[in-house]
């Protein structure tokens, strides 16, 4: 979804069975993730730094920016890691990623287990394999319509070049 609206993935563009699409798809989302990591990684920096760096607070005081602090971080990470589920401490990691990724994808695809949904997957992907098939036969059949047209053009101009040889071959025998 980030690669979406950041516009660094066309996914109406998308061709999934197409490993060269997903190549370059992944290294593109690798790449945003990296960034994404990145600027997550400063803003904790700046969290800690903040907090360690105003040793005039109450502690009561200190307290309140902590936890202003704390919301603030939390959202952070909604916003660049969304699929984490966030604790009450923004130090603790997730308990488990692989888990919470097969929940988030069940939601969105169906559970893979299920024979419905599986059922489901493989229609659409038979689907999407008769498509790209399509393309491809196009494709081809455009491929031969230009070869066509190409060596259509080379004989014409083939039986002109031989024609005008012929002229000068007359004309040449009649001087």
Known sequence: ?????????????????????????????????REDRRRVLENAFN?????VGNSGLTEESFRNEQN????????????YQ??????????KPPTNDIQE????????????????????TENHLRQERERIAQERAKSSDVSQELFD?????????????AKQFADRKKRARGS
């Open 1 to 33: 979804m980030r690669a979406a609206v950041r516009g660094i993935v066309d996914f109406t563009e998308a061709r999934l069975l197409d490993t060269v699409w997903w190549q370059r798809c992944r290294i593109l989302l690798e790449e945003m993730n």
């Open 47 to 51: 969290y800690h730094r903040s907090l």
């Open 68 to 79: 202003t602090a704390d919301s603030i971080y939390e959202e952070l990470l909604r916003m």
């Open 82 to 91: 969304p699929w984490r589920k966030i604790e009450n401490t923004p130090t």
């Open 101 to 120: 990724l097969f929940e988030i994808y069940k939601q969105a695809f169906g559970d893979p287990n299920d024979p419905v949904a599986r059922t489901n």
């Open 149 to 161: 047209r190409a060596s259509e053009e080379h004989a014409k101009i083939a039986e002109e070049r």
